[in-house]
């Protein structure tokens, strides 16, 4: 029990091969790129901003996390599934500097953001970012880039949105709510990226597999006997 | 004085009424100028006990002053007494009552009504002048506080009276009333106050915490109750909670026949639609005059049923807790209560509402609902005859409810801080603030804390350039309006006719519930069989349907922990069961079930302690039973959960119920070996409750409450509904984000502490491990689930508790279900042994170099 949980787990989806990470992002290694859903930038910001106090650090918290995968992986391309930032009230000047700052230590890494519902009503990311926004979806490769999930006639769908999460269940009635990958035939879902975001549970449907993230690793959940 | 101008003795003479002795005792109280607390039954002549104290004392000055106002009408007199009221359901029938006399004395009073259900134009009237008694809630009371007129308005106010006493004493209601009191008695230090509180454990302590002197006037006798049991004609050897006891139908149909009107309560939402639908399918030619009541329907509804039982017109009504309080319905004749009734207080005030007429028996019937309750209704039936009522505890110092009240307070004419602080600790519940604390709760509503992580966004009030604390924003003077009170609900939708132009509503319905349905799906609601057709801007549109297989809504809230007075009558049911001796019907017939009890492992007893060890296909099971009620059960479970798992690192599931907890533990344990005295040990008590409840999900849960009152969540206004959504949706997120980037917030610590002081009664749970360490320890370990284990065993609704590694709980959760999959399941796929890095990284690149780059935390790999 003393090995250190798996980090991640590859998988072939569309004939390519794509690694989803126990961080919480997806890694596609053929086109170095990086994908991550539902970050909503300056959520806690926007909620302290109605009155609503929440503790500041998140932003640090995700961008932080952010450096630690740009780090390990030589990205050529960063796309964000859409909900980059949350809200309008969360464009608040410290969270729009910190996200400058940010991206200045990335400055030459391209990056994509597909636009997502909160994304539509917090506009788009400030032009001097230099983040690419785009429509969904957006074709990659064998991939259709979403925000929200649907299905696309030829391509295999990627998507956030829903931020799903699984609860996972064991001998002596253990069970436990976690985050998790949903892959299908024909759609993959990204767990959210943000770190003061919720989830949703989820229950697959057959031909989904389910990959659970918790403690830093990442898990495929046998498939059960339905 | 002369007394035959009295309102009281002038009225009561025109009945030919002749006072009780405890009115008179009032009357003189109230004339001499003292406050105090009456203690009577329902329905034996409180209100009007206080009612002409007031009048005796400030009418009859009244009606003796010239009037000012001309010639022409008399002027009513100012606002002098303030009558509260724990509903508002209350409110209307107080106020008739109160109305009565005045009518017929002729005397110069008004009275008026505020409650969240006023309308504009009384509210606009008030505001210009408000009556000469006003019927009001807790909320509405705090809410009159905050107008920037208030003190003027209130400036004739003698006499406060606090109706049913003991339904806001115990919880945070109760001390949002002694904040305001506080207030209204720093304004007019000679205000009587007046407590009416039916029966209760603690009368001294019921008085003290309205007022610090003060006469204790009791009633005259309990009225006669009577209580039996509707026994089954057989029992099941194995008892389970989950069943509602629908196997007593026939029975309770036959003693519904045989009964005028009946009220047959229930204990949970649920239950009362179950039952009700039942009992029309038993006898559908009682459609019309059975009817449904509970805190979930619309006031319309409730209001129609209500009206129709003082009327007579009805033949039973399946009610909740809803129908526990209020006023007089004459026409019941009998309470049947499906269930235990969970407290001894809360039986006689159930019973107590049958047989109203002077000189009939209150008459409540038990109908058990599995086997281990005949126990129950043994033990209540004891406890009942030996007069053994619960006590009711003020809750110490919640902050939130200050920080809630110092807000409303900056709302009207503003406060100073330093008479604020006397008028505060001048309320019971906060004699003891310290400074800190009231540092805190200034820092808090300034700016959201004192800790570095403060929120400067986040101010509701602060001082003016004078000094006076004042609410800045009118945006949040609004919006703090809206949010005023402490009772706490889920996020609920409002159930409605799918239909043109729309129709009434029927109810409401918690969001948990309807999210679990798809349209075309069917459930019982309202008793009716309902469709969804679907939801939409938080409502739900349903048809009527036909079927008789529906879902039944689960609110939650629902469950009501065994009082201690009670769970010590079954225990002393039980010792006398022991050497044989079943003495009552209801003990007579439970007798085979304790045989097998007895016969598999033995009688859980107040000498030895009983534990019962299993090992199942689910893991190793533990039984004790200590009967303590449910909350106590739950700490006590948590607590030794979790000095199990102190040195070993394990997994625990939790199940409670008021007899006993069960520990399942997903791997190897030895119970036997660990079943030490050290393990009841209560010297370290309360940080390692505090541990295991982190180590747990309570605290987490507990949040929304507390973030609630505080206004770290607010649930919104109407007319907001989707913020509500939002916010009530991302409770356990905040608790999440608090924890990780401000731990030492106090709102936080007292989270921990309300869920110690309330959910898990940490006082109960030390005499109970205090009671339990030195008995001798009888250890049985059974081949299958005893009549007592049964129903934990069963139980669904469970805590976790773990001092594993997450990775490690989710890796053996995996591989039990590759082991359930079979051997013909597919294996899973292999993991990639080399590493993401390997494939990707590029020259140059080194992973030693990077590391030390910059030094920057890096929190998603600490692991490794």
Same mark, same amino acid.
């Given at each position: 029990?003393?090995?250190?949980?798996?980090?991640?787990?590859?998988?072939?989806?569309?004939?390519?091969?794509?690694?989803?990470?126990?961080?919480?992002?997806?890694?596609?290694?053929?086109?170095?790129?990086?994908?991550?859903?539902?970050?909503?930038?300056?959520?806690?910001?926007?909620?302290?901003?109605?009155?609503?106090?929440?503790?500041?650090?998140?932003?640090?918290?995700?961008?932080?996390?952010?450096?630690?995968?740009?780090?390990?992986?030589?990205?050529?391309?960063?796309?964000?599934?859409?909900?980059?930032?949350?809200?309008?009230?969360?464009?608040?000047?410290?969270?729009?500097?910190?996200?400058?700052?940010?991206?200045?230590?990335?400055?030459?890494?391209?990056?994509?953001?597909?636009?997502?519902?909160?994304?539509?009503?917090?506009?788009?990311?400030?032009?001097?970012?230099?983040?690419?926004?785009?429509?969904?979806?957006?074709?990659?490769?064998?991939?259709?880039?979403?925000?929200?999930?649907?299905?696309?006639?030829?391509?295999?769908?990627?998507?956030?949105?829903?931020?799903?999460?699984?609860?996972?269940?064991?001998?002596?009635?253990?069970?436990?709510?976690?985050?998790?990958?949903?892959?299908?035939?024909?759609?993959?879902?990204?767990?959210?990226?943000?770190?003061?975001?919720?989830?949703?549970?989820?229950?697959?449907?057959?031909?989904?597999?389910?990959?659970?993230?918790?403690?830093?690793?990442?898990?495929?959940?046998?498939?059960?006997?339905? | 004085?002369?007394?035959?101008?009295?309102?009281?003795?002038?009225?009561?003479?025109?009945?030919?009424?002749?006072?009780?002795?405890?009115?008179?005792?009032?009357?003189?109280?109230?004339?001499?100028?003292?406050?105090?607390?009456?203690?009577?039954?329902?329905?034996?002549?409180?209100?009007?006990?206080?009612?002409?104290?007031?009048?005796?004392?400030?009418?009859?000055?009244?009606?003796?002053?010239?009037?000012?106002?001309?010639?022409?009408?008399?002027?009513?007199?100012?606002?002098?007494?303030?009558?509260?009221?724990?509903?508002?359901?209350?409110?209307?029938?107080?106020?008739?009552?109160?109305?009565?006399?005045?009518?017929?004395?002729?005397?110069?009073?008004?009275?008026?009504?505020?409650?969240?259900?006023?309308?504009?134009?009384?509210?606009?009237?008030? *505001?210009?002048?408000?009556?000469?008694?006003?019927?009001?809630?807790?909320?509405?009371?705090?809410?009159?506080?905050?107008?920037?007129?208030?003190?003027?308005?209130?400036?004739?106010?003698?006499?406060?009276?606090?109706?049913?006493?003991?339904?806001?004493?115990?919880?945070?209601?109760?001390?949002?009333?002694?904040?305001?009191? *506080?207030?209204?008695?720093?304004?007019?230090?000679?205000? @009587?106050?007046?407590?009416?509180?039916?029966?209760?454990?603690?009368?001294?302590?019921?008085?003290?915490?309205?007022?610090?002197?003060?006469?204790?006037?009791?009633?005259?006798?309990?009225?006669?109750?009577?209580?039996?049991?509707?026994?089954? *004609?057989?029992?099941?050897?194995?008892?389970?909670?989950?069943?509602?006891?629908?196997?007593?139908?026939?029975?309770?149909?036959?003693?519904?026949?045989?009964?005028?009107?009946?009220?047959?309560?229930?204990?949970?939402?649920?239950?009362?639609?179950?039952?009700?639908?039942?009992?029309?399918?038993?006898?559908?030619?009682?459609?019309?005059?059975?009817?449904?009541?509970?805190?979930?329907?619309?006031?319309?509804?409730?209001?129609?049923?209500?009206?129709?039982?003082?009327?007579?017109?009805?033949?039973?009504?399946?009610?909740?807790?809803?129908?526990?309080?209020?006023?007089?319905?004459?026409?019941?004749?009998?309470?049947?209560?499906?269930?235990?009734?969970?407290?001894?207080?809360?039986?006689?005030?159930?019973?107590?509402?049958?047989?109203?007429?002077?000189?009939?028996?209150?008459?409540?019937?038990?109908?058990?609902?599995?086997?281990?309750?005949?126990?129950?209704?043994?033990?209540?039936?004891?406890?009942?005859?030996?007069?053994?009522?619960?006590?009711?505890?003020?809750?110490?110092?919640?902050?939130?409810?200050?920080?809630?009240?110092?807000?409303? @307070?900056?709302?009207?004419?503003?406060?100073?801080?330093?008479?604020?602080?006397?008028?505060?600790?001048?309320?019971?519940?906060?004699?003891?603030?310290?400074?800190?604390?009231?540092?805190?709760?200034?820092?808090?509503?300034?700016?959201?804390?004192?800790?570095?992580?403060?929120?400067?966004?986040?101010?509701?009030?602060?001082?003016?350039?004078?000094?006076?604390?004042?609410?800045?924003?009118?945006?949040?003077?609004?919006?703090?309006?809206?949010?005023?009170?402490?009772?706490?609900?889920?996020?609920?939708?409002?159930?409605?006719?799918?239909?043109?132009?729309?129709?009434?509503?029927?109810?409401?319905?918690?969001?948990?519930?309807?999210?679990?349905?798809?349209?075309?799906?069917?459930?019982?609601?309202?008793?009716?069989?309902?469709?969804?057709?679907?939801?939409?801007?938080?409502?739900?549109?349903?048809?009527?349907?036909?079927?008789?297989?529906?879902?039944?809504?689960?609110?939650?809230?629902?469950?009501?922990?065994?009082?201690?007075?009670?769970?010590?009558?079954?225990?002393?049911?039980?010792?006398?069961?022991?050497?044989?001796?079943?003495?009552?019907?209801?003990?007579?017939?439970?007798?085979?079930?304790?045989?097998?009890?007895?016969?598999?492992?033995?009688?859980?007893?107040?000498?030895?302690?009983?534990?019962?060890?299993?090992?199942?296909?689910?893991?190793?099971?533990?039984?004790?039973?200590?009967?303590?009620?449910?909350?106590?059960?739950?700490?006590?479970?948590?607590?030794?959960?979790?000095?199990?798992?102190?040195?070993?690192?394990?997994?625990?599931?939790?199940?409670?119920?008021?007899?006993?907890?069960?520990?399942?533990?997903?791997?190897?344990?030895?119970?036997?070996?660990?079943?030490?005295?050290?393990?009841?040990?209560?010297?370290?008590?309360?940080?390692?409750?505090?541990?295991?409840?982190?180590?747990?999900?309570?605290?987490?849960?507990?949040?929304?409450?507390?973030?609630?009152?505080?206004?770290?969540?607010?649930?919104?206004?109407?007319?907001?509904?989707?913020?509500?959504?939002?916010?009530?949706?991302?409770?356990?997120?905040?608790?999440?984000?608090?924890?990780?980037?401000?731990?030492?917030?106090?709102?936080?610590?007292?989270?921990?502490?309300?869920?110690?002081?309330?959910?898990?009664?940490?006082?109960?749970?030390?005499?109970?491990?205090?009671?339990?360490?030195?008995?001798?320890?009888?250890?049985?370990?059974?081949?299958?689930?005893?009549?007592?284990?049964?129903?934990?065993?069963?139980?669904?609704?469970?805590?976790?508790?773990?001092?594993?590694?997450?990775?490690?709980?989710?890796?053996?959760?995996?591989?039990?279900?590759?082991?359930?999959?079979?051997?013909?399941?597919?294996?899973?796929?292999?993991?990639?042994?080399?590493?993401?890095?390997?494939?990707?990284?590029?020259?140059?690149?080194?992973?030693?170099?990077?590391?030390?780059?910059?030094?920057?935390?890096?929190?998603?790999?600490?692991?490794?």
């Amino acid at each position: 029990m003393a090995s250190p949980p798996p980090s991640h787990i590859s998988v072939k989806v569309a004939g390519t091969e794509l690694c989803l990470l126990a961080e919480k992002a997806l890694w596609w290694p053929e086109r170095r790129t990086l994908l991550i859903a539902d970050l909503h930038l300056g959520k806690a910001a926007g909620y302290r901003a109605l009155g609503q106090p929440v503790p500041s650090g998140t932003t640090a918290c995700n961008l932080q996390r952010l450096d630690a995968l740009l780090q390990r992986f030589a990205c050529q391309h960063l796309v964000f599934l859409g909900d980059f930032l949350h809200s309008a009230k969360g464009r608040t000047p410290q969270t729009l500097a910190a996200l400058a700052e940010w991206r200045t230590r990335h400055a030459a890494l391209p990056i994509t953001l597909v636009r997502g519902n909160h994304d539509r009503h917090a506009g788009d990311p400030p032009a001097g970012l230099g983040i690419e926004v785009v429509a969904e979806p957006l074709a990659l490769g064998p991939f259709a880039l979403h925000h929200e999930p649907c299905t696309h006639p030829q391509r295999h769908v990627l998507a956030g949105h829903v931020h799903p999460a699984y609860r996972l269940r064991g001998r002596g009635r253990q069970q436990v709510r976690l985050p998790c990958f949903l892959v299908g035939e024909h759609l993959t879902l990204l767990p959210s990226f943000g770190s003061f975001t919720g989830a949703m549970t989820l229950q697959p449907g057959t031909g989904q597999r389910v990959y659970v993230i918790g403690d830093g690793g990442i898990w495929e959940v046998p498939e059960q006997l339905k | 004085m002369v007394k035959r101008r009295q309102p009281s003795s002038r009225w009561f003479a025109e009945r030919g009424w002749k006072p009780f002795s405890f009115q008179k005792a009032v009357w003189q109280a109230v004339a001499d100028g003292e406050s105090g607390l009456l203690h009577a039954a329902t329905g034996a002549g409180k209100t009007y006990a206080v009612w002409f104290a007031a009048l005796d004392r400030f009418a009859g000055q009244c009606a003796s002053l010239p009037t000012s106002a001309g010639r022409g009408k008399p002027a009513m007199a100012p606002l002098t007494v303030l009558w509260i009221t724990p509903m508002r359901a209350l409110a209307t029938d107080t106020a008739r009552a109160l109305q009565a006399p005045l009518d017929d004395l002729g005397i110069a009073w008004s009275i008026g009504l505020r409650t969240g259900d006023t309308g504009s134009a009384e509210r606009a009237r008030q *505001a210009r002048r408000l009556p000469s008694a006003l019927v009001t809630t807790p909320e509405s009371l705090t809410l009159l506080l905050t107008q920037a007129n208030a003190r003027e308005a209130f400036a004739g106010l003698r006499m406060l009276v606090v109706d049913e006493w003991h339904e806001l004493l115990g919880n945070k209601r109760g001390v949002q009333l002694q904040l305001a009191l *506080a207030r209204l008695r720093s304004w007019q230090p000679s205000l @009587m106050v007046w407590a009416l509180s039916a029966t209760l454990g603690n009368l001294e302590h019921a008085r003290q915490v309205l007022m610090p002197a003060g006469r204790l006037v009791q009633g005259h006798d309990a009225k006669d109750l009577r209580i039996d049991t509707l026994l089954p *004609a057989a029992i099941e050897r194995f008892p389970w909670a989950g069943h509602l006891g629908l196997r007593m139908l026939g029975q309770v149909v036959e003693q519904l026949e045989g009964s005028a009107t009946t009220l047959v309560f229930t204990n949970t939402r649920s239950q009362a639609e179950t039952w009700y639908q039942a009992l029309l399918q038993a006898r559908p030619d009682w459609a019309g005059l059975l009817a449904l009541h509970h805190g979930s329907l619309s006031r319309e509804v409730r209001d129609w049923v209500e009206l129709a039982l003082k009327k007579g017109q009805l033949k039973a009504v399946v009610c909740t807790s809803s129908l526990d309080l209020g006023v007089d319905f004459l026409p019941v004749e009998r309470v049947l209560q499906v269930g235990s009734a969970k407290g001894v207080a809360r039986l006689m005030q159930r019973a107590g509402r049958s047989g109203h007429a002077p000189g009939r028996p209150s008459r409540a019937t038990l109908v058990p609902t599995h086997s281990l309750e005949l126990l129950e209704a043994a033990a209540a039936r004891r406890a009942v005859a030996q007069g053994k009522v619960e006590a009711r505890q003020a809750p110490e110092r919640p902050l939130d409810v200050l920080v809630q009240h110092l807000v409303s @307070m900056a709302l009207g004419d503003g406060f100073d801080a330093q008479d604020m602080l006397a008028e505060v600790r001048s309320a019971w519940s906060y004699r003891d603030l310290s400074e800190t604390q009231w540092a805190w709760a200034l820092a808090f509503i300034r700016h959201g804390g004192l800790s570095l992580t403060a929120y400067p966004d986040f101010r509701r009030a602060e001082p003016d350039a004078e000094g006076r604390w004042r609410v800045p924003d009118a945006r949040l003077a609004r919006r703090h309006r809206m949010s005023i009170g402490t009772l706490v609900s889920d996020a609920s939708l409002t159930v409605k006719f799918w239909a043109r132009g729309g129709s009434g509503s029927l109810g409401s319905v918690e969001e948990g519930f309807i999210a679990r349905l798809r349209p075309g799906d069917h459930f019982l609601f309202a008793g009716r069989t309902l469709e969804l057709v679907e939801v939409r801007d938080m409502t739900v549109y349903v048809r009527r349907a036909s079927d008789r297989k529906a879902a039944i809504p689960r609110w939650n809230g629902g469950r009501m922990p065994l009082s201690g007075e009670l769970a010590e009558a079954m225990l002393a049911e039980l010792d006398a069961a022991d050497p044989g001796m079943y003495q009552g019907p209801e003990m007579r017939l439970l007798r085979p079930l304790l045989e097998v009890q007895k016969a598999w492992s033995a009688l859980p007893d107040k000498n030895v302690l009983l534990a019962e060890t299993l090992k199942s296909r689910e893991g190793w099971h533990l039984f004790l039973y200590p009967f303590a009620g449910r909350s106590v059960h739950l700490g006590l479970a948590s607590l030794l959960a979790w000095r199990l798992a102190r040195d070993t690192p394990l997994s625990f599931s939790i199940a409670v119920n008021d007899y006993g907890l069960e520990l399942l533990c997903a791997s190897a344990i030895d119970y036997a070996g660990a079943l030490t005295p050290a393990l009841f040990d209560s010297q370290d008590l309360l940080p390692e409750v505090l541990a295991s409840l982190n180590a747990g999900e309570l605290a987490r849960r507990r949040f929304r409450e507390i973030a609630r009152i505080a206004g770290l969540v607010f649930t919104g206004y109407p007319g907001a509904p989707k913020s509500t959504r939002q916010l009530q949706a991302s409770s356990g997120l905040y608790f999440d984000v608090f924890r990780q980037h401000d731990p030492d917030n106090l709102l936080l610590t007292q989270a921990r502490q309300e869920v110690l002081s309330q959910e898990l009664d940490v006082q109960r749970l030390r005499q109970t491990l205090q009671r339990l360490q030195p008995l001798p320890l009888q250890l049985r370990s059974i081949r299958r689930a005893t009549p007592f284990a049964f129903p934990l065993m069963v139980e669904r609704f469970r805590e976790s508790l773990s001092s594993e590694k997450l990775a490690d709980r989710i890796r053996r959760m995996v591989s039990d279900l590759e082991q359930a999959a079979g051997a013909g399941a597919q294996e899973p796929a292999p993991l990639t042994t080399l590493m993401v890095e390997d494939d990707t990284r590029e020259p140059g690149r080194a992973r030693k170099a990077r590391r030390s780059k910059d030094g920057r935390p890096r929190p998603a790999r600490q692991r490794s």
